[in-house]
């Protein structure tokens, strides 16, 4: 079974810290991606990254940075974090699919992290 | 610009009812699609990937269906029970990424 571990399942930050929430995935994924879900708006991709040291902007980057060193761990900073970065943080990684020779493969999610900044 | 519409926003039904959860999108340029439950505070699991080549999967009581030539996906769940209780996401890998319907909210009653 593919299992993709998230750091903490909840998290309370203080305005101006620097934040770092991490993510492993055991299956040799060479994709990785951190989301946030907030009520009403969805998920939203932040940052993703398709190889080592690789990283792609998602939809809403801002305030956010990310780092891969190895291909099991993708990490999402946050710089100096803010109250309206208060949400829900799901990372999520998969495989390239061979099989359909262009898209991406199957999702696979972890629990997420609940981070609120006061 | 790809859309994805989930209806309707939220189900209330009896236990032992069959339902289909509808998903659809604005763009026929995808690739895979995949369907995943969600309950409150938790992360996603997946239920079913269709790939592109494929019509529909099944597992267990889930069955799901890819129409691209009518933008439309269906989850259909069969003898609902309380447990199925959650939110269903559908969700399409386009090119360089994947995009989320805002997720159908289903109760099941007791």
């Known amino acids: 079974d593919v299992k993709v571990t998230q750091s903490s399942r909840y998290l309370v930050k203080r305005t101006g810290e620097k934040v770092f929430l991490e993510c492993v995935q055991d299956?040799?994924?060479?994709?990785m991606f951190w989301y946030r879900q907030d009520p009403g708006l969805g998920l939203r991709l932040i940052y993703f990254?398709?190889?080592?040291?690789?990283?792609e902007k998602g939809d809403i980057p801002e305030g956010y940075s990310v780092s891969r060193e190895k291909k099991e761990r993708f990490s999402l900073i946050l710089e100096s974090a803010s109250t309206n970065q208060t949400s829900m943080y799901l990372c999520?990684?998969?495989?390239?699919?061979?099989?359909?020779?262009?898209?991406?493969?199957?999702?696979?999610f972890g629990p997420g992290t609940r981070l609120t900044v006061t | 610009k790809q859309e994805v519409t989930q209806i309707p926003a939220a189900l209330s039904v009896p236990e032992g009812e069959n339902l289909v959860l509808n998903c659809s999108f604005t763009?026929?340029?995808?690739?895979?699609l995949q369907w995943f439950r969600q309950d409150p505070g938790k992360g996603l699991t997946s239920l079913l990937l269709?790939?592109?080549?494929?019509r529909e999967q099944t597992s267990g009581r889930l069955n799901a269906s890819l129409d691209k030539s009518s933008g439309r996906s269906t989850l259909y769940i069969a003898a609902s029970q309380p447990g199925d209780s959650a939110t269903y996401l559908c969700?399409?890998?386009?090119?360089?990424?994947?995009?989320f319907g805002t997720g159908t909210r289903l109760k099941v009653l007791a």
């Open positions: 299956m040799d994924h060479e994709n």
């Open positions: 999520a990684s998969s495989s390239s699919s061979p099989r359909t020779s262009l898209g991406w493969g199957e999702q696979y």
């Open positions: 763009d026929s340029a995808i690739y895979n």
């Open positions: 969700a399409f890998s386009g090119t360089y990424k994947y995009i």
């Open positions: 990254s398709y190889d080592v040291k690789m990283k």
């Open positions: 269709i790939q592109s080549s494929q």
